[in-house]
């Protein structure tokens, strides 16, 4: 089936890293992405990782993908307040018309000073 | 800017009106894609068209009904909604729609709010 989960809130201190987890349960997923939306925004895309690999890093972003354990995370180093936003985790799955993005509910991210 | 606009942000509207969402994408993609983004829900997936064909209909009421005229425009036609429709409804595009690693780039979403 199609699930992907995440926890619903996270709070950090700016400076610090933040980790957002994600799960999933297909194991055909092709690629995982990172979404993230700011209030009134829709959704920017942030960075993807193909189902093959188990590391991105792209400037302050790092992806990390445990493909056995159905587990991806988003590392934020030195989150700033600008960083407060929700986040969404999809996975990209081949289906009859094509493929399809399954998104999870998102984390909501709260930089404090 | 991300090369994907959608009209109007707002939208308010009665169960009897007929109105329409519009969007335009700005990339050269050829696939396009309208979603419904509820509170506390993940995102849910309406409608796929790719190359101008639709290519997936999510088991949306035809109370919705969606249009794509050319690969740059995509509409979709409400009337007689209900007020569980009130929600974002984001529109998407990519550079075709059966490729797993063609990124889908949004636009900031229609708010429609159903009296």
Not at chain 1, 47 to 69: A, E, P
Not at chain 2, 17 to 46: D, F, I, R, T, V
Request: charged share 20%; with cysteine.
């Amino acid at each position: 089936g199609e699930d992907v989960e995440q926890s619903l809130f996270l709070s950090v201190r700016e400076g610090d890293s933040s980790v957002i987890n994600c799960t999933y349960t297909d194991s055909s997923s092709t690629y995982l992405y990172w979404y993230k939306q700011e209030p009134g925004a829709g959704l920017q895309l942030l960075t993807y990782i193909f189902s093959n690999m188990d590391m991105k890093q792209d400037q302050r972003l790092t992806v990390l993908l445990n493909k056995k354990d159905k587990h991806l995370s988003l590392r934020i180093a030195d989150t700033q307040t600008g960083d407060s936003a929700i986040y969404f985790c999809a996975e990209s799955m081949r289906t009859g018309g094509g493929n399809k993005l399954t998104f999870g509910t998102g984390t909501q991210l709260k930089v404090e000073l | 800017e991300t090369g994907v606009t959608q009209t109007p942000r707002h939208l308010v509207m009665g169960m009897t009106n007929k109105k329409s969402l519009k969007c335009e994408q700005h990339l050269g993609h050829n696939a396009m894609y309208w979603y419904k983004q509820s509170a506390k829900k993940p995102l849910e997936l309406m409608f796929v068209y790719n190359f101008k064909e639709q290519t997936e209909n999510n088991s949306v009421p035809s109370r919705f009904s969606p249009e794509c005229p050319n690969s740059s425009h995509l509409f979709l036609h409400l009337h007689t909604l209900q007020p569980e429709d009130s929600a974002l409804y984001l529109c998407a595009s990519s550079q075709e729609a059966t490729m797993g690693n063609q990124p889908q780039h949004f636009g900031d979403g229609t708010r429609l709010s159903i009296l």
